[in-house]
């Protein structure tokens, strides 16, 4: 009954994607004409595009565009495909994904409507209208508390739909031969680690969002499993670790969009568009890393000094989009006579 809903939050997910590309495009071109603060010295002034502090605040959504639209393809074709008789595990992966789109769907068109000024709140210039249709995503199709929370269970029962004692025994069993042994102390010299090579290197993406995963998945089996010892019924003890569930899903999908990411990456011929792609795939890692520093400085993964160096690298990467930005927003197809915001002209 469930896994009906799951092209609709595939569907769900990509409108609201639409809407977080519609508001970029219009924002960024507004970003490339709208000049001020003059220093005297010059004839013109600054394009507000050319500004550290806009390119950050519009450049890192840019690239999660890309990544979760490449993710959503993906997962339209394995829904698509009729090969596939279990869509046990796609409703898993769908149910954390369109939570997190949606969160960031909402977040980027108010973004945006902030970064064009007074002008990003007139109805003529579209920003509006997109946030009042995407607000409602966050509910539709599933409420995202509750998707990630979904997401989780099958993640913590290796996508078994029954979630109930003698599932968790398994999960257990596998847990304690398959994690525990994998999470070892993280040594100070990688935490601390900060050249570019380093920094920018897909290996190291993938090993912070597959520590976290399994990390988040190893701790909230092991309390869950100490709940029931002390005679908690499985449901009340779910509802105990509700919020350390819900960090897993979206730990779990943000890993998902990743690897399906790279996947991408690696089939694209022109080798000049290919490092384009992969440099995004980059900032995206990076900026997810960032957002999250508080969780992997608490568990010893990153240490202050690469932290810093993370959010250092996110800046730059967002400085040296500058010269591609409008070929970016260009290439998320959106035709001209759509886009019919007076300030994106």
Same mark, same amino acid.
């Given at each position: ?14 409108g609201?994607?639409s809407g977080a590309? $519609?508001?970029l495009?219009i924002a960024?071109k507004?970003a ?6 003059n220093?005297?010295?010059k004839? !013109?002034?600054? &394009?507000?595009?050319? =500004?550290? #502090?806009?390119q950050l605040r519009l ?6 565009? =890309?990544?979760?639209?490449?993710t959503l393809? #993906?997962?339209? #074709?394995?829904?698509s495909?009729?090969s596939?008789?279990?869509? @046990?595990k ?11 789109i949606?969160?960031f769907a ?5 973004e945006?409507?902030?970064a064009?000024?007074?002008k990003g709140y &007139? ?5 509006? *209208? ?7 995503f966050?509910t539709?199709?599933? *409420?995202?508390?509750?998707? &990630?929370q979904l997401a989780?269970?099958?993640? $913590?029962?290796d ?7 003698a ?7 596998? +847990?304690?031969t ?14 601390n680690?900060?050249?570019?090579e380093?920094? =920018? ?5 993938q090993?912070?969002f597959?520590?976290r995963?399994r990390?988040?998945?190893?701790s909230a089996?092991?309390r869950? @499993? *100490?709940?029931i010892k ?5 449901? !009340?003890?779910?509802l105990?670790? !509700?919020?350390?569930?819900?960090a897993?899903g979206?730990a779990?999908?943000c890993?998902l ?9 690696a089939t694209?011929?022109d080798?000049k568009?290919?490092? &384009?792609f992969e440099?995004l795939?980059?900032?995206?890692? +990076?900026?997810?890393? @960032?957002?999250d520093?508080s969780?992997?400085?608490?568990q010893?993964? +990153?240490?202050g000094?690469?932290s810093?160096?993370?959010?250092q690298?996110?800046?730059? +990467? #967002?400085?040296?989009f500058r010269p591609h ?6 290439g998320f ?13």
């Amino acid at each position: 009954m469930l896994g009906t809903l799951v092209g609709g939050r595939i569907c769900v997910a990509k409108g609201a994607l639409s809407g977080a590309k $519609m508001a970029l495009a219009i924002a960024v071109k507004y970003a490339l004409q709208r000049r001020q603060f003059n220093d005297n010295l010059k004839i !013109q002034e600054d &394009l507000i595009m050319d =500004y550290p #502090s806009h390119q950050l605040r519009l450049t890192p959504a840019i690239a999660k565009s =890309y990544v979760y639209q490449v993710t959503l393809d #993906s997962m339209m #074709s394995i829904y698509s495909d009729d090969s596939i008789t279990d869509k @046990r595990k796609i409703e898993t992966q769908v149910a954390g994904l369109k939570a997190i789109i949606t969160w960031f769907a909402n977040e980027t068109i108010q973004e945006c409507r902030e970064a064009c000024g007074g002008k990003g709140y &007139l109805l003529e210039n579209r920003i509006a *209208d997109l946030k009042a249709d995407v607000d409602i995503f966050t509910t539709f199709e599933g *409420d995202n508390t509750v998707l &990630l929370q979904l997401a989780a269970k099958g993640i $913590m029962s290796d996508f078994n739909t029954e979630f109930n004692s003698a599932g968790f025994s398994a999960v257990f069993k596998l +847990l304690g031969t398959q994690i525990s042994d994998k999470l070892v102390s993280i040594n100070p010299i990688y935490a601390n680690k900060v050249d570019k090579e380093h920094l =920018y290197n897909p290996k190291f993406h993938q090993h912070a969002f597959d520590y976290r995963t399994r990390r988040l998945t190893y701790s909230a089996a092991m309390r869950i @499993r *100490d709940y029931i010892k002390k005679g908690i019924p499985t449901y !009340q003890a779910f509802l105990k670790v !509700q919020t350390h569930l819900i960090a897993l899903g979206k730990a779990y999908s943000c890993e998902l969009a990743y690897n399906t990411y790279l996947e991408f990456t690696a089939t694209i011929e022109d080798k000049k568009n290919q490092q &384009l792609f992969e440099k995004l795939g980059c900032l995206f890692a +990076l900026s997810e890393i @960032r957002e999250d520093a508080s969780w992997y400085l608490e568990q010893g993964y +990153l240490g202050g000094t690469k932290s810093k160096a993370i959010r250092q690298r996110v800046e730059r +990467l #967002s400085t040296e989009f500058r010269p591609h930005i409008e070929v970016l927003v260009d290439g998320f197809g959106i035709p001209d006579h759509c886009l019919t915001a007076p300030i994106s002209r």
